[in-house]
């Protein structure tokens, strides 16, 4: 690539370029350390990510009839998650493009949450049984073409979303800020 501006810019947008693919590589690398109990491959629906052997086709419960525990950044994640969904259902009905740039807001999110896992153990594998799902269903909202479609999708999304303050931990003091993290 030949660049014609000055090096400082130059370098400031090939590092743009390189920076998804190094998060990209820092997000496989990062789950491929952990034991293959869990399916990682975060861009399967959940619909054909299901095998046999895998953890994650139990049902989502409680842990021994507490909620499952939840790092700061996971929890962080997980509120700006319901924002976006809660902004959304505020909005009302929109037309299929919107919601298809309703999804890439979603994805975002969900996106951001996986990129900045640090957790492990059954709580990890918990966290996994409620997103995966949702995944799936966010996946679907890329498709719809009717509004009733849309509709029935973001039903779906919410019902998923609205398990998490149900099964896992939420800061008592708050929802932690970016700053605090």
């Not at 501006?5 to 920076?19: E, F, I, P």
């Not at 034991?35 to 959940?46: E, G, S, T």
């Not at 298809?100 to 979603?106: K, N, P, S, T």
């Not at 995966?132 to 073409?145: D, F, I, R, T």
Request: proline share 4%; hydrophobic share 40%.
């Amino acid at each position: 690539m030949v660049c014609v501006m000055s090096a400082a810019t130059c370098k400031n947008q090939m590092m743009k370029k390189l920076l998804p693919l190094l998060l990209l590589t820092f997000i496989l690398c990062s789950c491929n350390g952990h034991k293959p109990a869990v399916n990682h491959n975060h861009d399967i629906p959940a619909d054909s990510a299901k095998s046999e052997d895998n953890a994650n086709d139990e049902k989502l419960v409680l842990n021994d009839g507490l909620k499952w525990k939840v790092d700061d950044r996971t929890n962080y994640n997980a509120h700006c998650l319901l924002a976006v969904l809660d902004k959304i259902n505020k909005t009302g009905d929109q037309a299929p493009l919107t919601y298809q740039a309703i999804q890439d807001d979603l994805q975002a999110s969900i996106d951001t949450m996986i990129a900045q896992c640090k957790m492990k153990g059954a709580d990890h594998l918990a966290l996994h049984k409620w997103l995966e799902p949702l995944m799936g269903q966010v996946a679907k909202l890329k498709n719809v073409s009717t509004v009733s479609d849309a509709r029935l999708v973001l039903k779906a999304i919410n019902k998923q979303a609205g398990l998490y303050p149900q099964y896992f931990e939420v800061s008592t003091n708050g929802v932690p800020t970016e700053k605090k993290l």
